[in-house]
T-cell receptor, first 112, second 112 residues
Framework: DAGITQSPRHKVTETGTPVTLRCHQT?????MYWYRQDPGHGLRLIHY???????DKGEVSDGYSVSRSKTEDFLLTLESATSSQTSVYFC???????????FGAGTRLSVL | DAKTTQPTSMDCAEGRAANLPCNHS???????VYWYRQIHSQGPQYIIH???NNETNEMASLIITEDRKSSTLILPHATLRDTAVYYC?????????????FGEGTQLTVNP
């Protein structure tokens, strides 16, 4: 299995608080992604990165920011968490030449 | 990326072949067909992909029709551990970033 670690695995927080989720990879893959998964919506892309300090928005990026200061780490930040951001968040990595994704185990976030 | 249509759910007896269909009638010539699956509470897992020819790996076989408007994922000897949601995705390979869009997929239940 690809070396992808998401932390924390579970988090409960209150509305209005900042939250940062971390994705760490040991594969030295160039591309990293953050998806969220909600019932009735499948997986939706939040942000992705195509290199250190190079990021771009996905289809549901409002309310989220990301940073990638090192190849191995991709951080997802909710500046002020809302209940609509309660979800399961998945990080994924890929090499451009192959294009398929390897996913992490997910982070279950509850915003109360 | 082309839209895909999959049945919402399917059942299969343990030890029998599971054949999961996917319709992608608007697929264009340079789009690949990818299959992923997601076992409950885990991250999605890549299974197989193809362009025109049928493909086989240690997990499954992929049969693509000659007109490429549909495909079938075959699990030759389904086990209880193959119970999962299966996603069919079509997209252009080698574009910048693997921005795979996941739909709702097919819930495959393998019964003893």
């Amino acid at each position: 299995d690809a070396g992808i670690t998401q932390s924390p695995r579970h988090k409960v927080t209150e509305t209005g608080t900042p939250v940062t989720l971390r994705c760490h990879q040991t594969e030295n893959h160039r591309y990293m992604y953050w998806y969220r998964q909600d019932p009735g919506h499948g997986l939706r892309l939040i942000h992705y990165s195509y290199g250190v300090k190079d990021t771009d928005k996905g289809e549901v990026s409002d309310g989220y920011s990301v940073s990638r200061s090192k190849t191995e780490d991709f951080l997802l930040t909710l500046e002020s968490a809302t209940s609509s951001q309660t979800s399961v968040y998945f990080c994924a990595i890929s090499e451009l030449s192959t294009s398929w994704l390897y996913f992490g185990a997910g982070t279950r976030l509850s915003v109360l | 990326d082309a839209k895909t249509t999959q049945p919402t759910s399917m059942d299969c007896a343990e030890g029998r072949a599971a054949n999961l269909p996917c319709n992608h009638s608007t697929i264009s010539g340079n789009e690949y067909v990818y299959w992923y699956r997601q076992i409950h509470s885990q991250g999605p897992q890549y299974i197989i992909h193809g362009l025109k020819n049928n493909e086989t790996n240690e997990m499954a076989s992929l049969i693509i029709t000659e007109d490429r408007k549909s495909s079938t994922l075959i699990l030759p000897h389904a086990t209880l551990r193959d119970t999962a949601v299966y996603y069919c995705i079509v997209r252009v390979r080698e574009t910048s970033g693997s921005r795979l869009t996941f739909g709702e997929g097919t819930q495959l239940t393998v019964n003893p």
